[in-house]
């Protein structure tokens, strides 16, 4: 009787055990928007049969907590959907997520013989990615060459997020940072790339770099003329010294101090001033100088000698190539040169 007695109690406790609903994340988060899957299995007798699933949200009503199907809230038509079948899997989708789906989720199953509600539920929080989504980086401000890092936060867990920079997607969130990744960064939840995070900055300060000179006069310059010399450079901060160096050997092996600040002005340009110049820029963080740029004035003799030569030169040239010119056009229309050679005439008759 006893061993009867045990038997019938451990059979009953084996039912009530077989009877039970998992959750595979309770707490999942997505973005206002998107859609959120929750995992979800439920077990019961190997005698029973599962005739009915649901899922039910929780509401406060009339100041008592009620569990209200899906199907009978207006607003989760056409967004809920049903992912399980009448065996094993529970799983629910919820589409197009709104900030009032927040909320504790339950399933119930019913047999033929029992009804089962899950005891526990599923807690789902909408996050407003417009104003919950935000970016930071490791720090505003860094050098060339610094490690930065970025970083999308959000209330919650969120899928992977996705980065772009003046528009245009960043490979990577963590990177040395260049002079070119200056700029203004925004995240955003991947899938969901439409909805973006405020903007944050970031500023890369590095020394100057290409390193340039301009000359203010083209073609030949004659001795007297006057002359400017413009240095530029790409630099952040930018460039607030300036040196500049005139080489009169064929290398750049002695240099001499001529002048500072960005532009060197020469009024009167002498032979003296023949050389090669070239500009070193710097800011707080380093220099850098420029290729050569060679200066090589020279006297109005020279020039008329030099404008002549060109002259003459030019015209013995036309003088050599207008045979060829004629050779050339004989021989690609020898059809015109024949008739032109050759006429046909008329006699004309006198009464």
Not at 44 to 69: C, D, I, M, P, S
Not at 100 to 115: A, L, Q, V
Not at 244 to 255: E, N, V
Request: with cysteine; aromatic share 8%; net charge negative.
């Amino acid at each position: 009787m006893l061993a009867m007695l045990a038997l019938l109690i451990l059979k009953s406790g084996t039912v009530r055990a077989g009877r039970y609903v998992t959750f595979e994340n309770i707490n999942p988060c997505a973005s206002n928007g998107s859609s959120v899957a929750f995992g979800c299995s439920y077990d019961y007798t190997a005698e029973e049969t599962v005739q009915r699933t649901a899922w039910y949200k929780g509401e406060l009503r009339n100041g008592l907590w009620t569990r209200v199907a899906l199907s009978d809230l207006p607003s989760y038509r056409n967004r809920s959907e049903y992912l399980g079948d009448l065996r094993h899997d529970c799983g629910l989708a919820i589409h197009d997520l709104q900030v009032n789906d927040t909320g504790h989720y339950y399933f119930r199953f019913d047999t033929e013989t029992y009804g089962r509600r899950s005891k526990g539920s599923v807690y789902l929080t909408v996050t407003v990615s417009l104003t919950e989504l935000s970016a930071s980086v490791s720090s505003a401000s860094v050098r060339a060459g610094d490690h930065v890092t970025l970083t999308c936060m959000t209330p919650c867990q969120l899928p992977s997020t996705v980065w772009f920079k003046d528009g245009l997607p960043v490979a990577k969130s963590e990177f040395q940072a260049r002079a070119e990744d200056a700029g203004n960064y925004l995240c955003a939840v991947k899938g969901q790339e439409s909805v973006l995070s405020d903007p944050v900055a970031l500023d890369v300060q590095y020394p100057p770099v290409n390193v340039s000179v301009e000359m203010s006069y083209s073609g030949l310059l004659t001795m007297g003329s006057g002359v400017n010399l413009t240095c530029s450079s790409a630099a952040n901060p930018a460039a607030d010294r300036y040196t500049w160096y005139r080489s009169t050997g064929s290398s750049l092996s002695s240099l001499l101090q001529v002048g500072s600040g960005p532009v060197l002005s020469l009024p009167s340009v002498e032979a003296s001033h023949t050389g090669l110049y070239l500009c070193q820029a710097s800011n707080p963080l380093g220099g850098n100088h420029s290729t050569g740029a060679p200066l090589l004035p020279v006297d109005e003799t020279d020039r008329n000698r030099v404008i002549l030569s060109v002259g003459i030169g030019v015209k013995v040239l036309i003088v050599l190539l207008l045979p060829l010119v004629i050779v050339w056009r004989l021989r690609r229309n020898p059809a015109v040169h024949e008739e032109e050679s050759c006429r046909d005439y008329e006699n004309v008759g006198t009464a």
